[in-house]
Structure formats: structure tokens, C-alpha cells
């Protein structure tokens, strides 16, 4: 056999027998279980924080839905602005070939014009030096011949100017 209890064990049973009892009484213990620990199962309250938790879970998920709605429209129309601004970058891009290749055109014309202009300025350089020379020639023949004229006791037929 065990031990006796002492009247103080015997006692402090006594007290927790009694408050188990005035919880029973008040509602506030449906029932007890063991013999040794005994525990006093409140259903009443169980039920009711098991509610309680309940209803905040199912108001933190109501509150993550519309967040995540809120959320998911956001990103929706940030994509569309991300969308309609790409195509806008590609219309530009698009825009911009376009233009460059005028320009390219435009400069390959511009060069063959040079090119060709170029070739008339040597063309008119030559063609201003044979004209110069041939009249810096006709001078000194008009001088000759006027010198020849003089000689042979004629006027001048040419007036050279200086």
C-alpha cells in the first residue's frame, strides 16, 4: 500500500474538490476528468474562444481576399501601363528607323552631290585657267601687233587696258 496522506494533502484536495464543485455550479465546468490530476474540461468556453477565433480567421481571410483583389488589380493595370508604353516605344523605335534611313539616303544623296559638285568646280578651275591664259595670250599678241603696227608707221588698233 502507498502512504497516508498528510492533513494538508487531504486538505488541499478538499479546497480544489470544492472549487471544482462552484465552477460546475456557476456553468463554468461541464465535466471532470481523472481521479488523480483531475481536469476540468470548460466546454462553454472552449466553444465560444473556438468561435471567437473562428470569426477572426474568417475576417483576416475576408481582409487577405480584398487586399489580394486590391493588390492583383494594381499590378492589372500597371502591366497595361507597362503594355501600352512598350508599344509606344516600339512605334518610336519604329518611327526612328524609319527617319534614319531618310537621313542615310538623304546624306548618300548629299555626298554624290558633292561629289559631282566637286567635279564641276575642277572641271570650271581648269576650263577659268585655260580661259585666262588664252586671254593673257591675246594680250601679248594685241601688244604685238600694235608694237608691229607702230613699227611699220600705223596706228594702233587695239586699246590694251592696264
Known sequence: ???KPTYEELEARLAKAESYMQAIRNGKVDIIVGSEGA????????QQALEKRTHELA???????????KRTAELTRTVEEVEQQRK???NVSQDLRRVNKKLVLEMEERRQAEEQLIAKNNELAIFNRLAVNRE???????????????KAGQEPHYVIAR
Open 1 to 3: 500500500m502507498g502512504k
Open 88 to 90: 509606344a516605344m516600339m
Open 136 to 150: 593673257l595670250k591675246m594680250v601679248e599678241l594685241k601688244k604685238e601687233v600694235n608694237h608691229l603696227l607702230e
Open 39 to 46: 481536469l476540468a474540461v470548460q466546454l462553454a468556453e472552449t
Open 59 to 69: 475576417q483576416h481571410r475576408d481582409r487577405l481576399e480584398e487586399l489580394v483583389q
